[in-house]
Each structure stands twice: as C-alpha cells, then as structure tokens.
C-alpha cells in the first residue's frame, strides 16, 4: 500500500516543478516591457505679456449712515431717493421744538448768571477798597472773594450748556458729509428716531469708486512697486471686467493695507476707478485685471501636464527612462502654460503617450511628433 502512495505523490510533484520551471523560462523569454512610445520638448524660457486676474469687490471710496443724534419725530425729508447731493445739503429734520425752548431757558440762564458775577465782583472791589482802609473784618474780604469765584465758575457752566444745547438743536438738521448719492431713506416723515441708534439713510461717493481685491503675500514687493511708479493717464496695467464686458476706464492703486491677514495669507489691495456715468455701484462683484509683463517665463504646452489628487506632474526624460516631477503652474495661455516652479530650461518633457508612463518607466522618443515647446510671441 504504502508504495502505490509514493508512486502516485511522485508524479505530481515532477508535474509542478516542470509548470514552475516552463513559466520562469517563459517570463526570461519576453523580458522586460518594451520603451514607451513618446513625444517630447525641451524647456525654454519666453517673454510674455498678460493679465492677471483677481476677484475683486466694488466700494465707495467715502461712506457714512447717517445717524439720529438727538431723539424726535421726522419732520422734513428734503431728498428724493437715490438723489446725488451736494456737501452741506441739507437732507432730514427733526422735531426742534423742545430743544430751541431748552436753548432760550440756557441763554435765559447765562444772563443770570453774568449779572451775578457782575454783582459779585462789585462786591469784591468794594469790600477790597474797605480793606485798605481798615474798615472790615479780613473775613469779609475772603467770603466775597469766594462768591466771586463761584459766580465765575457758575457763568462758565452755563455757557457749556449753551453750547451743548446750541449742538442739539444743530443736530436737528441733517445734512450732506460730502457729494455722493443717498440711497433709499429708511424713516419716513413723522417717524420716532433715537438718538444714536435710528439709521435714517446712506450717503456714499460714486466717482472715483474703489475695487477691493486680496494679493498673496508673495506678491506685495510687485504692487508696492507698482504704487510709487508714476503712472500715465492712458496706462491699462489695472482693468476690470465683469463677465465678457470691460470696463471701458483704467485704474490706478488707491493703497495697499497695512498688515496681511494670517488666516488667508493674503493683503487687501484697494484700486481707484474713474465713474463719470455711474456705471460702478458699490457691492458689485468683477475681476481685477492686472498686467504682468513676465520676462524668462517658464512655458510648457498644457498636454505636458498630468492631474494626481489635486496636484499637477510633468514627466522630464533622463536618458532613456522618465521621472515623475511635481510642478506649479500659472496662467494657462492658450495650448500653453506658465510653470512658476518644479521645471528648469533645458530639460526634456514628455508632451505626449504619458497614459502608459510610470516613475522610471522606459520610453522611446518619437522624433517625427516632437512638440515645439515655445509659443509664438
């Protein structure tokens, strides 16, 4: 029994060794995968011209609420809705009834109060007169010098409340800041307001307009420079479009903030544009267009790039294999785009048959198909 066993196992183990050794024999035979097909260019640095684009803001360059300061009814509005007005126009008035009473009785109060102190300094001349002779008690000379300077300080207490109730019924008018366009009034006539807390309306400037947009850190030096550079009138380095329609006036930069903000990074650079027709409003939404004259850019035809979880690659050739390098871009200009980092002049990138590419996958370069990698200028 047992012999028939070994004879049985025998065979069978002879079979697996020889399936093992036909399969090794056959990967020995095709060998390593053939080179992969491709084309390629050679990495040149261009001079282009273009615009760089940010999302911007639409603001007012000047912008106020105009604010109850006294509290009252609404008794005159001396506008219509969305008027442009004038510096020192007069807008809104409120009920002044109570406070020009209150500024008689204060007027009232500071004549009685200099007839007092005329009264109270008679007697000190009077009672000083006496002294020199002898006449009165030292006390009596202090106790008038005493009520005179009471008087005094009483007369100039009640010429603050003169001046302080002169304001509120100053403030019973409103008026203009600066020129600009009021919007739509939110108080109508006979309406309570509140001193300090009612907003009546908003006035705000419409020429120039200014369009707020964030820059990256990086790129401060080149606007700060762009600031103390003396610009021409007819200059277009700042545009702004809204869809496929451009503004037809160019800008210049108003200012740059102080500080940049750490959560994004970036700082908040402010534009002045010109609105003779009142095309720009405040809160309306574009793109800043800035010129970038970019000389030794780095350009790369668009096919050279490959997309990997959010990040982008290009394939540089090394003697006969292929290494995968990570790359920043920038503007894409037509078939072309701009490489800010990752790729030097004179290195060789596969521009086409990347599908089948590995790190350090073999290729063959298929010289009738190489792309020309500069754009024409």
Same mark, same amino acid.
């Given at each position: 029994?047992?012999?028939?066993?070994?004879?049985?196992?025998?065979?069978?183990?002879?079979?697996?060794?020889?399936?093992?050794?036909?399969?090794?024999?056959?990967?020995?035979?095709?060998?390593?995968?053939?080179?992969?097909?491709?084309?390629?260019?050679?990495?040149?640095?261009?001079?282009?011209?273009?615009?760089?684009?940010?999302?911007?803001?639409?603001? /007012?360059?000047?912008? $106020?609420?105009?604010?109850?300061?006294?509290?009252? =009814?609404? #008794?005159?509005?001396?506008?219509? +809705? !969305?008027?442009?007005?004038?510096?020192?126009?007069?807008?809104?008035?409120?009920?002044?009834?109570?406070?020009?009473?209150?500024?008689?009785?204060?007027?009232?109060?500071?004549?009685?109060?200099?007839?007092?102190?005329?009264?109270?300094?008679?007697?000190?001349?009077?009672?000083?007169?006496?002294?020199?002779?002898?006449?009165?008690?030292?006390?009596?000379?202090?106790?008038?010098?005493?009520?005179?300077?009471?008087?005094?300080?009483?007369?100039?207490? /009640?010429?603050?409340? $003169?001046?302080?109730?002169?304001?509120?019924?100053? =403030?019973? #008018?409103?008026?203009?800041?600066? +020129? !600009?366009?009021?919007?739509?009034?939110?108080?109508?006539?006979?309406?309570?307001?509140?001193?300090?807390?009612?907003?009546?309306?908003?006035?705000?400037?419409?020429?120039?307009?200014?369009?707020?947009?964030?820059?990256?850190?990086?790129?401060?030096?080149?606007?700060?420079?762009?600031?103390?550079?003396?610009?021409?009138?007819?200059?277009?380095?700042?545009?702004?479009?809204?869809?496929?329609?451009?503004?037809?006036?160019?800008?210049?930069?108003?200012?740059?903030?102080?500080? $940049?903000?750490?959560?994004?990074?970036?700082?908040?650079?402010?534009?002045?544009?010109?609105?003779?027709? !009142?095309?720009?409003?405040?809160?309306?939404?574009?793109?800043?267009?800035?010129?970038?004259?970019?000389?030794?850019?780095?350009?790369?035809?668009?096919?050279?790039?490959?997309?990997?979880?959010?990040?982008?690659?290009?394939?540089?050739?090394?003697?006969?294999?292929?290494?995968?390098?990570?790359?920043?871009?920038?503007?894409?200009?037509?078939?072309?785009?701009?490489?800010?980092?990752?790729?030097?002049?004179?290195?060789?990138?596969?521009?086409?048959?990347?599908?089948?590419?590995?790190?350090?996958?073999?290729?063959?370069?298929?010289?009738?198909?190489?792309?020309?990698?500069?754009?024409?200028?």
């Amino acid at each position: 029994m047992r012999f028939h066993v070994i004879e049985k196992i025998f065979p069978i183990g002879i079979m697996l060794l020889a399936a093992c050794g036909s399969k090794n024999s056959q990967q020995q035979a095709q060998g390593p995968p053939p080179p992969v097909p491709v084309s390629v260019t050679t990495v040149q640095r261009t001079d282009v011209g273009f615009y760089d684009e940010y999302p911007g803001t639409l603001s /007012a360059l000047n912008q $106020v609420e105009l604010r109850a300061q006294v509290t009252g =009814y609404i #008794t005159g509005i001396y506008f219509k +809705d !969305g008027d442009k007005v004038k510096k020192g126009q007069k807008l809104y008035s409120i009920d002044q009834q109570v406070y020009e009473a209150n500024y008689q009785q204060a007027l009232a109060n500071l004549q009685v109060q200099e007839t007092n102190l005329i009264k109270a300094q008679k007697d000190a001349d009077r009672y000083h007169m006496l002294d020199k002779e002898d006449a009165i008690a030292k006390q009596q000379v202090d106790y008038a010098d005493a009520s005179l300077e009471a008087a005094r300080k009483q007369r100039d207490a /009640a010429k603050a409340n $003169v001046r302080a109730v002169q304001t509120s019924v100053r =403030y019973t #008018t409103l008026e203009a800041p600066f +020129d !600009g366009t009021i919007g739509i009034s939110q108080v109508k006539m006979g309406a309570a307001v509140s001193a300090g807390q009612t907003i009546l309306n908003t006035v705000s400037s419409n020429d120039p307009m200014a369009a707020d947009f964030p820059v990256s850190q990086s790129e401060i030096y080149r606007f700060t420079a762009m600031q103390q550079k003396v610009k021409k009138v007819t200059d277009s380095t700042f545009r702004l479009s809204f869809d496929t329609e451009t503004y037809p006036y160019a800008g210049s930069i108003y200012l740059i903030d102080r500080a $940049v903000d750490p959560q994004s990074g970036t700082i908040k650079t402010r534009l002045s544009f010109p609105n003779p027709k !009142g095309l720009l409003k405040p809160g309306m939404s574009g793109t800043v267009k800035v010129w970038n004259d970019a000389a030794g850019t780095v350009m790369v035809p668009f096919s050279s790039v490959t997309e990997q979880l959010g990040e982008f690659f290009a394939y540089v050739v090394t003697g006969d294999k292929v290494t995968q390098r990570k790359i920043l871009l920038g503007k894409q200009l037509s078939t072309y785009i701009i490489v800010k980092e990752g790729l030097k002049e004179g290195e060789v990138i596969v521009t086409q048959g990347m599908q089948k590419l590995r790190e350090g996958s073999a290729v063959k370069i298929d010289t009738a198909k190489a792309a020309s990698q500069a754009p024409a200028k």
